[in-house]
């Protein structure tokens, strides 16, 4: 309900509203029973099927897959090679491990040479014309490394430098660069002759 009051002047209009008060303000709330509550119907239903559900996400097959490869990897390089090489070693070297060649290398005749892993140091002795009595010893320095006692030594004959003179190419098992020494005419040196 609005009532309207005027009054006389130029003022304007004023509105004044009554607004009734709320009637729950007025009553007390009532408390509902629970039998004045609807019953909530029974329904029956049959269970559902379980889903089909993978047990394991595919990752992890791969995350699996991957460790077993790595596995087979590490027990190939780890076990397999190494065996391998040193039986094949073996075979082929015996347990001495001694490489033995003939050269013309000018100092007198024909050289025998032998080369060997002797304490994990390189040892190449020159036999000059057959005897042992003029026997020359060239050694490197200590080898480094797992392993470094039973490294296989091979020799090649040739002239490096190209100075007319034929030096020895040292070749060492697991080394990727080779070790020379040069020919000076009665001997051989690990520098490069003046």
Not at 44 to 62: A, G, I, M, Q, V
Not at 159 to 175: A, F, L, R, S, T
Not at 184 to 192: E, K
């Amino acid at each position: 309900m609005r009532a309207i009051s005027v009054k006389k002047g130029r003022q304007p209009l004023q509105q004044q509203t009554i607004i009734p008060p709320r009637a729950s303000c007025t009553k007390e709330p009532q408390q509902q029973k629970i039998a004045d509550l609807p019953a909530q119907p029974i329904v029956t239903t049959e269970p559902l099927p379980p889903e089909k559900k993978d047990r394991f996400h595919f990752l992890t097959w791969f995350g699996v897959g991957m460790s077993i490869a790595i596995g087979l990897i590490a027990v190939w390089n780890i076990i397999i090679v190494p065996t391998f090489q040193a039986t094949s070693d073996h075979w082929h070297y015996g347990d001495s491990k001694v490489f033995a060649t003939d050269a013309d290398v000018g100092h007198g005749g024909m050289s025998r040479f032998l080369a060997f892993d002797l304490g994990g140091q390189i040892t190449i002795i020159e036999i000059l014309g057959g005897e042992i009595d003029h026997a020359r010893l060239y050694r490197t320095g200590s080898l480094i490394g797992a392993d470094r006692e039973h490294k296989v030594i091979t020799l090649k004959v040739s002239n490096v430098k190209g100075y007319g003179k034929p030096d020895i190419v040292i070749y060492i098992e697991g080394m990727s660069q080779p070790l020379i020494l040069y020919n000076n005419g009665s001997s051989f040196q690990w520098s490069l002759p003046q």
